[in-house]
């Protein structure tokens, strides 16, 4: 037998009751470290699990902010400098990688609180997290403020990707399970993926 939740028994479920819930019923999401840097050289570092593939000519891909109600480094460093990195998680960075969310001062690094390392790459302003296996530079494109709950949308465009060698297949495809990326589901569950098959591209 199932068990039914409606609408109005979210309305009136305790705040943080509610916010795991919905958080997690969407089902597993990409989990990864989004890198920052603002003009003064001040480096920022935040998980987020809400990245979605927008397009691949160009390639896309986006993320949603939480409402800048309040300061939002991330956001603020992005608009700033037009830059920034999306590195995976591995099991060897996901307890580091969890920490960053804490609500450290602007002028505190989230590399040195949760002792992960930054990298820079060619002429990326951004730093990446030295120890993440797939690493993405990104450029800002797009900001989307979303009024029905005052989210906002970053979309960037693909300027490099690092990952290591053996992991893309011929057709393009990266496995990103033998890369070591791991799973999320809801705000602080983190999982090892499996994987069941590739299948055929389906035709009528």
Do not use: W
Not at 58 to 75: A, C, G, K, N, Y
Not at 189 to 194: E, N, T
Request: charged share 20%.
């Amino acid at each position: 037998m199932k068990v039914q939740i409606t609408a109005s028994d979210l309305i009136q479920m305790e705040q943080r009751k509610r916010a795991h819930l919905i958080n997690s019923v969407g089902g597993f999401k990409s989990v990864c470290l989004i890198g920052t840097v603002d003009k003064i050289g001040q480096t920022n570092l935040a998980i987020f699990s809400s990245i979605v593939h927008i397009g691949a000519n160009p390639p896309l891909i986006s993320f949603i902010m939480r409402p800048d109600s309040v300061e939002r480094h991330t956001l603020a460093n992005i608009l700033e400098t037009g830059s920034y990195t999306i590195n995976h998680l591995n099991k060897s960075i996901y307890e580091q990688a969890h920490q960053s969310s804490a609500r450290y001062s602007k002028e505190v690094s989230e590399f040195d609180a949760t002792g992960l390392s930054t990298e820079y790459k060619a002429n990326c302003k951004s730093p990446f997290v030295k120890e993440s296996n797939i690493q993405i530079e990104l450029e800002f494109k797009q900001r989307i403020d979303l009024a029905i709950n005052n989210t906002i949308m970053i979309i960037g465009e693909i300027k490099n990707i690092y990952f290591p060698e053996g992991c893309m297949q011929e057709d393009g495809f990266l496995d990103i399970e033998k890369a070591g990326t791991i799973t999320c589901s809801g705000l602080d569950s983190y999982h090892l993926s499996k994987s069941l098959a590739r299948l055929p591209y389906a035709k009528v």
